[in-house]
């Protein structure tokens, strides 16, 4: 039996066309952009349900569906960490070593999350199990046109407390957004920055804020512009560092991914029950 972790890190993925400006004619079974994005779940679906597994060229994985319905999957990933281990007759031996972590991704369109099980002895980052899935299925996406891309979500407080802590030595703020498609977690960006970012055909966007080498960043909680930017981001849109005086490494708050817990009770549950829980837990943080 797999070691106890309740604990779940959280991660978003948005679906993007590769270029917004393709003929249509050339898509693979759509007949516009406009119907490749409103068809981009369906085929986000496919590759995952097509997937037998998801090693790489890094990774060899075996994974076991437990559970799905029309918008989610529950996946138990295991990983390969063999280990050479020493015996009494002094040789080496192999010692297959399989553990394995819950992946849970609900791919309903206004959520599209990963929820991943805290354990180290499989990725020393969960991050890491969300960059092997969707590498595993990126060729798959990119036949449609589609690139999934992904970021953590964190807790807004954390950087409002660093602004707070630092006051007066920030030098710097560097946001580095997706290209919004969801309406729910963008509807506090600036509508120009959006449709500039559409116009344009980016995927990812910098936006970085500096200020004169003698003087320090004013960033007060109230301006509408700057914590839209961050409530955005912290919903798994993006990446914010910050550059503090006096203070040589950058503060990043893809470091600070938000974490969620379940119960021993509850991950000893059945497959569709954990589904049911960690559906729940995550409907109450997809906008939060």
Not at 38 to 46: A, L, T, V
Not at 183 to 196: Q, T, V
Request: charged share 25%; proline share 4%.
């Amino acid at each position: 039996m797999p070691s106890k972790s309740g604990t779940f890190e959280l991660f978003r993925y948005q679906l993007l066309p590769v270029d917004r400006f393709l003929q249509a004619n050339l898509i693979t079974g759509v007949s516009s952009i406009e119907e490749l994005i409103s068809r981009k779940n369906e085929f986000f679906y496919e590759a995952l349900d097509g997937a037998k597994n998801f090693s790489s060229g890094r990774y060899q994985s075996i994974t076991k569906k437990l559970y799905q319905d029309p918008d989610f999957f529950l996946f138990r990933v295991a990983v390969n960490r063999s280990i050479h281990v020493e015996t009494k007759d002094f040789t080496d031996e192999v010692v297959e070593n399989w553990p394995s972590l819950l992946v849970a991704v609900w791919n309903a369109p206004d959520i599209q999350m990963f929820a991943v099980q805290k354990r180290t002895t499989v990725f020393p980052r969960c991050e890491s199990a969300v960059k092997m899935i969707l590498g595993a299925i990126e060729g798959q996406l990119a036949h449609h046109h589609l690139r999934a891309i992904h970021e953590p979500l964190f807790e807004k407080e954390k950087f409002w407390s660093l602004i707070s802590k630092f006051e007066g030595r920030i030098k710097s703020v560097d946001f580095e957004l997706i290209t919004p498609n969801m309406a729910n977690i963008s509807g506090s960006l600036p509508n120009d920055l959006k449709e500039f970012a559409k116009h344009v055909n980016s995927t990812r966007n910098h936006l970085k804020i500096e200020s004169d080498p003698q003087a320090p960043l004013h960033l007060e909680k109230d301006n509408d512009t700057l914590s839209g930017l961050v409530e955005y981001s912290s919903q798994g849109g993006g990446n914010i560092s910050l550059k503090i005086d006096g203070i040589k490494k950058k503060f990043n708050t893809a470091t600070t991914v938000k974490e969620v817990h379940l119960s021993d009770v509850e991950l000893e549950g059945s497959a569709e029950g954990i589904a049911t829980v960690i559906k729940e837990i995550l409907n109450d943080h997809s906008n939060s």
